[in-house]
């Protein structure tokens, strides 16, 4: 007896420790084992039943449990949390906590269950903690047969579907023994549960029995119901119910395995026929059942239509306010699309305006002889735009309105010709084009030199010249204008090739640019160049560079120029070549246009009246 109360006077100073020294998790694990487990022991070989119970009630008293509980889940050393667990099981049960009773059974053992589980769930997926598992689920298979009503929190627990799913044999096996080791005990367990537990503990031995395919988890699975069956009898017989075709899953899978004198006496209570009293028991019961949903679904409607009516007035009032801004951002909307369109209008025709005061700016600086043909060929192009989209528009609305698929056929068939006749006309304006000789652009101001205009015109010049034979120009000035237009040539020609060595310097130079730009592209980070790779990209003069500038200026210049400007080389700095200079010289039969007049043979004629 003085033993017995040393211990006892030891939980306080047991909880001091915990509450005042700094202690690990681990350290607090092995401090609490040591305690409980010597505290529980002295308590266990007394003469006297009522010492235990009076330690376990002033273990929860005193805090002790509740350190327990919220050291359990953070230690790592799975044998000395398992051991708390299971002494923190055994002083729950048989505990009187006298007037903190309600707090104790609502929301101490919960937490107990939470905790327990919760180590369950990490033993699980180690292989080599099988044994502390199957410790730690005999703790909650204890703790559930003295507080059934922690029945309903472990089957509606995350933790425990979690271990349900799991796929290892063992783990399964542990649980559905775990129920069957609880309802041996506490022969009145199964009896204090609800219907949905009950219903919850068949789902669970159902689907071992569907999902698992071990002999040893059927057999447990199928013992399971055998004793629910026998504890709950008339009870168990409507819940079964709720599981058609589990006799032929029984006789289809599990017959030859072992245990077929259970799987028969299963397979004879669910095939039994509910005549007599069970039957009108099962009728009974179904029918509180449904009366009894009933109520609850009118009673549920009733509170959900009063409770609706006094948010009706709100509700009412949001849906208008929100009816009324939707409105007035269609209206805000609507103003802006019509501000929008009348601004797109204004703009286009502005640009309309702009592009038709360009346009005439334009046919002002055409020659007068192009001008008409220009305007013919604008009203022909918008006559055949206008021509085109109403033939479309016709032959569309013709398709839409033609019944029958054989106006079809017959316009894809004439389509088809259509195609085949523009290919054959193409490919004879191709060979006709091929064929004749090339013509001189339109834009240069004359229609070609025919052979028979160059005779034309070589006829006039001898008759001019020989009605105007100038008698003034002796041989000496022909032959130094000669001289002179020789010059003329040379230097015309230098200027051609100067030209050439300027365009080849400036691809030199381009490629150049392109090859540093290239460069400049692989460049290392500024944050790690050198100052050797740094001078490599520096420009070799600065000539080069000015060079370059001025050169993209004038390609700026040129590209800026109006569109007739670039027509036929006219006005652009293009000099006519000395190789065009000789084919008209070669055609006109030795005569020289390139000044103010034209010798030939000792001769000087106008080169205006040519």
Excluded at 133 to 149: E, Q, Y
Excluded at 267 to 284: C, Y
Excluded at 326 to 331: A, I, N, S, Y
Excluded at 556 to 561: G, M, N, P
Aim: hydrophobic share 40%; charged share 25%.
């Amino acid at each position: 007896m003085e033993l017995l109360e040393e211990e006892e006077a030891a939980i306080p100073e047991l909880k001091r420790q915990l509450e005042t020294e700094d202690l690990g998790p681990e350290e607090k694990i092995s401090l609490l084992n040591d305690a409980l487990n010597k505290v529980l022991n002295s308590a266990a070989v007394q003469a006297d039943s009522a010492a235990l119970t009076r330690v376990k009630s002033q273990l929860y008293l005193s805090g002790v449990l509740g350190q327990c509980v919220r050291v359990l889940p953070l230690g790592r050393n799975w044998t000395s949390a398992a051991t708390l667990a299971h002494l923190t099981s055994c002083s729950c049960v048989g505990a009187e906590p006298g007037s903190r009773s309600e707090a104790f059974h609502r929301l101490f053992l919960p937490s107990v269950m939470d905790a327990l589980l919760s180590l369950a769930n990490q033993l699980m997926s180690r292989a080599e903690c099988s044994a502390l598992f199957r410790k730690v689920m005999d703790s909650v298979g204890w703790l559930l047969s003295a507080h059934t009503h922690l029945t309903d929190q472990v089957l509606s627990s995350v933790r425990y579907e979690q271990i349900q799913m799991c796929e290892d044999v063992t783990v399964s096996l542990l649980c559905i023994q775990m129920w069957i080791q609880t309802c041996t005990v506490n022969r009145d367990f199964l009896s204090r549960l609800s219907d949905e537990s009950v219903l919850l503990l068949l789902n669970e031995a159902v689907g071992q029995l569907a999902l698992s395919s071990d002999s040893a988890v059927g057999g447990a699975s199928v013992r399971l119901m055998l004793l629910m069956a026998r504890q709950l009898g008339l009870r168990l017989q409507s819940l079964l119910l709720n599981f058609k075709g589990l006799d032929s899953l029984l006789e289809k899978d599990w017959t030859g395995r072992g245990f077929d004198q259970e799987v028969g006496q299963l397979i004879s209570i669910l095939q039994r026929d509910g005549a007599g009293s069970s039957e009108s028991e099962v009728s009974a019961e179904r029918l509180r059942a449904a009366c009894l949903i009933q109520a609850a679904w009118r009673s549920y409607r009733t509170r959900r239509r009063v409770k609706g009516l006094n948010r009706a007035v709100s509700t009412l009032q949001r849906r208008y306010r929100a009816r009324r801004r939707r409105l007035q951002e269609q209206r805000e909307a609507q103003q802006w699309e019509e501000q929008l369109s009348y601004q797109v209008c204004v703009r286009r025709q502005r640009a309309r305006r702009r592009f038709h005061q360009k346009q005439r700016e334009l046919l002002l600086l055409l020659p007068p002889d192009q001008v008409r043909p220009y305007l013919q060929e604008c009203e022909r192009r918008a006559a055949v735009a206008i021509q085109s989209a109403w033939r479309g528009f016709r032959e569309r609305r013709r398709y839409k309105g033609a019944p029958g698929d054989a106006l079809r056929e017959s316009q894809r068939r004439q389509r088809a010709a259509r195609t085949l006749q523009r290919a054959g006309r193409r490919l004879l304006e191709k060979r006709r084009a091929a064929k004749a000789p090339p013509l001189t652009p339109p834009w240069i101001g004359q229609d070609g030199l025919t052979e028979s205009r160059r005779a034309e015109l070589k006829q006039q010049v001898d008759e001019h010249v020989a009605v105007h034979r100038s008698t003034r120009v002796s041989a000496e000035e022909c032959a130094a204008l000669h001289e002179e237009v020789q010059l003329l040539l040379r230097a015309e020609l230098q200027k051609v090739a100067q030209r050439r060595r300027e365009e080849q310097r400036v691809e030199a130079l381009l490629a150049c640019a392109r090859t540093q730009l290239e460069l400049l592209r692989e460049a290392p980070p500024l944050s790690t160049v050198t100052v050797k790779q740094a001078e490599s990209f520096l420009s070799p003069s600065a000539s080069i560079a000015a060079r370059a500038r001025d050169a993209h200026n004038a390609a700026l210049q040129a590209s800026r120029l109006p569109w007739w400007r670039t027509l036929g080389g006219m006005d652009t700095g293009e000099e006519v070549g000395p190789a065009h200079l000789q084919e008209l010289e070669a055609e006109l039969g030795g005569l020289f246009i390139g000044g103010s007049a034209v010798v030939r043979g000792g001769a000087e004629v106008d080169g205006a009246k040519l």
